[in-house]
């Protein structure tokens, strides 16, 4: 069991620099979820703490120990690598034993751990066989036994399940949940699937261009997006974004307009000023259906796309004016209208989210606390 | 019959075709290989006859022959098991560790093979006269060396970039260092198609002729040097024997390409 800090590390590959200053610890027995788009620099930072990549600059330490010139062997990790990297000229049973055979671990004690951890995984049936003849999911699994049994102070995923389809990548997720659960090895895991970054994570780091966009919970991520990037990257579907201009209203509100709506939100929530251009963000799940004639807090238009999700139903509603705008949201499916309908939906200015249009931060007067955020996710649900 | 079915036809036997111009006469040289003399002379060829193993057993039995083959097996063996000592090791240093030059080095080593042989061999001839060892074993094997040490490397370099990366990067987190990277994952990982290189430049050596005519006169003569002899005979030319010294000659190359397909395959497997 161990913590990891990382101080002002980078990373270039010459003048280009993929890390930029970057900061984290991680705590004991804490699942934390480096969340990006391809190319942010998650996989470079988690290969840094692997060993597997040079660090630029800074320092990263684990439990207390700088690692930056320290072998991987000697920093206590195990890493399980997006396309499983199984070693394929050996049975399964020789994967798994592989690193314990490299500390001189005695042979009954290599057969007990194996059997163990194999157990945990269900792979017992499999131990004889080459990893060819395994399916994805099999893969992986052999994959995470063989990261499982050195007993590392620290676990690395590298996007470990976007090889597989959906249904097994679920599956696997709950795995690795449980197995977390259990074993409670400080772990870092890099995805660039906001779902399963959100259902794993103690932490999620959000990244962008080689710099933390936001750290926080799932639902601090979810519920209070830090900057409008983030707020795009996570939740599904996307959140809406509308371009507005600040004004100022009565009773002490700001009123966001489009020009074509008009939405108002306590001041003391937002740090804004007249004639500011902001963006202003709606998750689709915040859109309450309402009359067309809605004029305030509210929009409506003509539902252009119906998307039958099950449970419910995706609503694509072009509104009006130009260019030509459109928002999502999302009902129940019984209460579904059908393409071409005028609608109108509202929302409750707590759900507002807005962001500055030209940084694209968060306009938030201050950081809320956990209270808040419990409470955000009971208005929302 | 539609126009397709008739083209796939055409195809087939045009194939047929081609294969029975390459194997015929090899088949034929194994047969006459086996015939006595009134049988091969006879102007109406014979598929049915009484086989000898004179032929063979004349081949076999000449001194300048087994010399020869053990020459061959000798110096082709040491060449290629030198090339491939010193080859795989320097082939992966290229395929894996990015170096400024890796590509000039690769493309130096290749332009080893463009040069005409001679103009390799007779530079090469002065420097074993002069060291004394023209007409040696070792001075043949050191010059083969050079064929087989470039034709390895050249092979084995993309063998070895196929190995997935990440299944080495693996056995760096489970604690094994270089070394052990190479001999534990990336030769027995890239095994198939680095014995396919190994095969093809055994073949290449063991098939080479003008550089072995030119470093050698008795001593160090190899298999195709002998074997060449055999036509000088004079006009009254031993065919039985011709033919089942080419069949020897032939056999431990036809060895190899049964490696050398699969590693063949392995190749065009992986591009497609």
Not at chain 1, 309 to 327: H, K, N, S
Not at chain 2, 108 to 133: K, T, Y
Not at chain 2, 233 to 240: A, K, Q, T
């Amino acid at each position: 069991m161990a913590r990891i800090s990382c101080s002002h590390v980078c990373k270039s590959y010459g003048p280009l620099e993929v890390v930029k200053d970057f900061n984290l610890e991680v705590e004991d027995h804490e699942f934390v979820v480096f969340l990006g788009p391809s190319g942010c620099g998650k996989s470079t930072i988690l290969r840094m703490v692997a060993g597997l990549e040079d660090i630029s600059g800074g320092t990263i330490s684990i439990d207390g120990k700088v690692v930056n010139d320290l072998l991987p062997r000697e920093r206590g990790v195990a890493m399980v690598f997006q396309n499983y990297a199984l070693y394929p000229h050996m049975s399964v049973f020789a994967n798994i034993a592989f690193g314990l055979k490299r500390m001189r671990v005695p042979r009954e004690d290599i057969e007990r751990r194996v059997h163990e951890v194999s157990a945990i995984l269900g792979l017992e049936a499999l131990l004889e066989r080459k990893p060819a003849q395994l399916s994805g999911g099999q893969q992986q699994r052999v994959a995470i036994a063989r990261a499982m049994i050195k007993t590392p102070a620290v676990f690395l995923f590298d996007e470990p399940l976007s090889n597989l389809d959906a249904k097994l990548r679920s599956h696997m997720r709950v795995e690795i949940a449980r197995l977390h659960k259990r074993l409670k090895t400080t772990t870092i895991y890099v995805t660039h699937d906001q779902l399963e970054a959100m259902t794993l994570a103690d932490r999620i780091v959000v990244l962008r261009a080689g710099l933390i966009e936001q750290v926080g919970t799932p639902a601090e991520i979810y519920g209070f997006p830090r900057s409008r990037f983030v707020a795009d990257f996570v939740g599904s579907p996307r959140m809406n974004l509308l371009d507005v201009t600040v004004g100022e209203a009565p009773d002490n509100k700001w009123a966001l307009s489009t020009g074509h709506e008009t939405f108002l939100v306590e001041r003391g929530r937002f740090d804004l000023h007249r004639g500011m251009r902001a963006v202003l963000g709606i998750r689709p799940a915040n859109l309450k259906s309402t009359s067309p004639d809605i004029r305030l807090n509210g929009l409506s238009g003509i539902v252009d796309l119906v998307e039958y999700l099950g449970d419910g139903v995706l609503l694509t509603i072009a509104l009006p004016g130009e260019p030509a705008r459109q928002v999502t949201a999302l009902v129940p499916a019984e209460a579904a209208p059908v393409a071409g309908t005028v609608v109108g939906f509202g929302t409750p200015p707590e759900a507002i989210h807005v962001f500055d249009a030209e940084t694209g931060k968060s306009c938030r007067s201050a950081y809320l606390g956990a209270a808040e955020v419990g409470q955000s996710m009971r208005d929302a649900s | 019959m539609s126009s397709r079915g008739r083209g796939k036809w055409v195809a087939k036997s045009a194939v047929a075709l081609a294969a029975a111009i390459a194997v015929i006469p090899a088949l034929w040289t194994l047969l006459n290989a086996f015939k006595n003399r009134v049988d091969l002379v006879t102007p109406t060829p014979l598929l049915i006859f009484h086989p000898t193993l004179d032929n063979i057993l004349y081949v076999l039995g000449r001194e300048s022959v087994t010399a020869g083959l053990i020459n061959s097996i000798l110096v082709s063996g040491a060449s290629v098991l030198i090339g491939m000592v010193l080859g795989l090791p320097a082939a992966y240093a290229v395929a894996r560790y990015p170096i400024k030059r890796a590509d000039d080095i690769q493309f130096f080593v290749l332009s080893l093979r463009f040069l005409p042989p001679v103009a390799v061999a007779i530079p090469l001839m002065v420097i074993w006269l002069d060291l004394g060892l023209y007409d040696s074993r070792v001075a043949l094997i050191a010059t083969y060396t050079l064929l087989t040490l470039s034709s390895i490397i050249w092979l084995a370099v993309p063998a070895f970039k196929r190995v997935p990366k990440e299944v080495e990067e693996a056995a760096k987190v489970d604690g094994y260092g270089p070394y052990a990277i190479f001999f534990l994952i990336a030769l027995p990982v890239a095994s198939r198609s680095l014995i396919g290189a190994v095969a093809f430049s055994f073949v290449l050596v063991w098939n080479e002729f003008l550089i072995a005519l030119m470093l050698t006169t008795s001593d160090a003569k190899t298999l195709p040097i002998v074997a060449s002899e055999l036509t000088q005979l004079g006009r009254d030319v031993p065919w039985g024997i011709l033919n089942a010294s080419v069949i020897l000659l032939s056999l431990p190359p036809l060895l190899f390409i049964g490696i050398l397909s699969g590693f063949l395959n392995s190749v065009i497997k992986k591009k497609a």
